[in-house]
T-cell receptor
Framework: SAVISQKPSRDICQRGTSLTIQCQVDSQVTMMFWYRQQPGQSLTLIATANQGSEATYESGFVIDKFPISRPNLTFSTLTVSNMSPEDSSIYLC???????????FGPGTRLTVT | GENVEQHPSTLSVQEGDSAVIKCTYSDSASNYFPWYKQELGKRPQLIIDIRSNVGEKKDQRIAVTLNKTAKHFSLHITETQPEDSAVYFCAARYMDSNYQLIWGAGTKLIIKP
């Protein structure tokens, strides 16, 4: 499986600021996704990061709040904009390699907004 | 819309006994069903998966069964060990979902020594 890294691993941010999370994969992948996971909860898909085009957002998530970039097949960023305490969560990227259904996760970014 | 229901939400079993977690999906066009294990503070890890053309798959102490008629699939863990304690998530992929997964709510498995 692909080796996936995320930066930062955790951060504490003040409300009103923005944080950009990076996801790097050691090989080219077909699909990249961004998830949010609240403590004790399941995984909620934020968006699909599309290479070279705008991300596809799920209901309840908008580009102005969660802008996403995917400049190539191994890298993506998620920005959490104008943060509020409700954005405190773990943010995970996941990938699907070509020819496979298997989805693998990065280690996550634990975000706390004060 | 599509959804996946997972039961139970918490499961406590004696070490050495078996554990079974069940998920039900809504869309009969689903074709891929993975199971993930998430230990506290860690990322979800894919532990086993099954495609819709297979009824059962086994990997050492874990197995997954799929009943397409009833639209449910189950995770079976035999000879449970303390390291099996974690939250387990099931998911389903729909034919037209572009690799997206619909997730169950999770089951917290507790192995009692």
């Amino acid at each position: 499986s692909a080796v996936i890294s995320q930066k930062p691993s955790r951060d504490i941010c003040q409300r009103g600021t923005s944080l950009t999370i990076q996801c790097q994969v050691d090989s080219q992948v077909t699909m990249m996704f961004w998830y949010r996971q609240q403590p004790g909860q399941s995984l909620t898909l934020i968006a699909t990061a599309n290479q070279g085009s705008e991300a596809t957002y799920e209901s309840g998530f908008v580009i102005d709040k969660f802008p996403i970039s995917r400049p190539n097949l191994t890298f993506s960023t998620l920005t959490v904009s104008n943060m509020s305490p409700e954005d405190s969560s773990i943010y995970l990227c996941s990938v699907v390699a070509g020819g496979s259904y298997e989805q693998y996760f990065g280690p996550g970014t634990r975000l706390t907004v004060t | 819309g599509e959804n996946v229901e997972q039961h139970p939400s918490t499961l406590s079993v004696q070490e050495g006994d078996s554990a079974v977690i069940k998920c039900t999906y809504s869309d009969s066009a689903s074709n891929y069903f993975p199971w993930y294990k998430q230990e506290l503070g860690k990322r979800p890890q894919l532990i086993i998966d099954i495609r819709s053309n297979v009824g059962e798959k086994k990997d050492q102490r874990i197995a997954v069964t799929l009943n397409k008629t009833a639209k449910h699939f189950s995770l079976h863990i035999t000879e449970t060990q303390p390291e099996d304690s974690a939250v387990y998530f099931c998911a389903a992929r729909y034919m037209d979902s572009n690799y997206q997964l619909i997730w169950g709510a999770g089951t917290k498995l507790i192995i009692k020594p």
